[in-house]
């Protein structure tokens, strides 16, 4: 089945920092999702991004869906952005069962 | 903005007891999934349904896992026995198309002792 590999396992930055999370994926994909989960460990959706490049405030993606990775970029991040954040993609099952990363674990310290 | 429920929150239970957890998905939505997270690990796809009928389920999802969708706004996962290994967090998800946006629920924790 496919394969989701993330990098880098864990990240820490300072306050205000910049930061690029990678999602690396074994076969093509219709589409990816990208979440964070907090520290209450609630699943909050940041993207839907099947190619092109998506922002939301601080956060933007891209999906390059012809080599197969997507990016999350955080721009001055804030301690509020600590948690866990994992990209999904649905196997080639097409019942809609998604196939989560390992996660990136991000620590932003004040 | 619609959300998807869950409860309850936290479940603490004995080995060997049924548990029932309940999901509320978003109304509008026909696709509607459980996925657990054992603590510390990825998140893991338990089972997808649809139309009333399960169209995927994983290994994980054995005799010990059933699902149903009792009336026309709860999803449910029941599980039969519990066994220790079966402590994780249990989230539900729904979308309106097969590959749509899925929008999780809160959790449950489940413990079993």
């Known amino acids: 089945g496919i394969q989701v590999e993330q990098s880098p396992p864990d990240l820490i930055l300072q306050e205000g920092a910049n930061s690029t999370l990678r999602c690396n994926f074994s076969d093509s994909v219709n589409n990816l999702q990208w979440f964070h989960q907090n520290p209450w460990g609630q699943l909050i959706n940041l993207f839907y991004i099947p190619s092109g490049t998506k922002q939301n405030g601080r956060l933007s993606a891209t999906t390059v869906a012809t080599e197969r990775y997507s990016l999350l970029y955080i721009s001055s991040s804030q301690t509020t952005d600590s948690g866990v954040y994992f990209c999904?993609?649905?196997?080639?099952?097409?019942?809609?069962?998604?196939?989560f990363g390992q996660g990136t674990t991000l620590q932003v310290k004040p | 903005e619609p959300e998807v429920t869950q409860t309850p929150s936290h479940q603490v239970t004995q080995m060997g007891q049924e548990v029932i957890l309940r999901c509320v998905p978003i109304s509008n939505h026909l696709y509607f999934y459980w996925y657990r997270q054992i603590l510390g690990q990825k998140v893991e796809f338990l089972v997808s349904?649809?139309?009333?009928?399960?169209?995927?389920k994983s290994e994980i999802f054995d005799d010990q896992f059933s699902v149903e969708r009792p009336d026309g706004s709860n999803f449910t996962l029941k599980i039969r026995s519990t066994k220790l290994e079966d402590s994780a967090m249990y989230f539900c998800?729904?979308?309106?198309?097969?590959?749509?946006?899925?929008?999780f629920g809160p959790g449950t924790r489940l413990l079993v002792l």
């Open positions: 998800a729904s979308s309106d198309q097969a590959l749509g946006t899925q929008y």
């Open positions: 349904f649809y139309n009333n009928e399960i169209s995927e």
């Open positions: 999904a993609v649905p196997s080639s099952s097409n019942t809609g069962k998604l196939i």
